[in-house]
């Protein structure tokens, strides 16, 4: 019994060491370490890509890229679109939200999607 157990740890034991070394030997150095890498870097990028680049932006990368050039660094306003503040104070999310979707009287519509819109209006309000 006891022999058989340790048969089978060992064979296991050699069965994983012999398949890292091969790999670690022969494609592995590249291929593990890419595919290590690769995944590790992926699932960062990929997380970050998802928020970022791929499909959401967060509020603050949405304000610094879309709403920055009209309402300033800080949402104080500038000659091209009004201080943020009195609305960060009294509109909720959502309202801030429809005007960067649907534009309100001179503010066209923004690009953004409905997320988009609803991260940045989050980010509006911790900027006063
Ligand atoms: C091209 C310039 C411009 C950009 C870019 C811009 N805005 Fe505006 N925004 C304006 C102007 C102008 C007004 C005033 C509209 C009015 O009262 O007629 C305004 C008004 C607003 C208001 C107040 C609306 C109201 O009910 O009076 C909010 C909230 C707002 N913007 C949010 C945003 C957000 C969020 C973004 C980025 C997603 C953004 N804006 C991007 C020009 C801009």
């Given at each position: ?77 500038s000659a091209a679109g009004p201080d943020l503040e009195p ?42």
């Amino acid at each position: 019994m006891r022999t058989t157990v340790m048969l089978a740890a060992l064979a296991l034991i050699m069965g994983c060491g012999g398949d890292k070394g091969d790999s670690g030997d022969t494609s592995a150095p590249t291929s593990t370490a890419g595919t290590a890498g690769a995944s590790g870097t992926a699932g960062a990028t990929g997380t970050a890509g998802t928020a970022t680049g791929g499909t959401e932006r967060d509020g603050m990368t949405v304000y610094s890229e879309v709403c920055i050039a009209c309402h300033g660094v800080d949402g104080r306003g500038s000659a091209a679109g009004p201080d943020l503040e009195p609305f960060a104070a009294s509109y909720t999310d959502e309202q801030i939200a429809d005007v960067a979707l649907n534009g309100f009287g001179n503010m066209d519509p923004m690009s953004v999607t409905e997320g988009e819109a609803l991260a940045v209006a989050a980010y509006i309000k911790t900027l006063f």
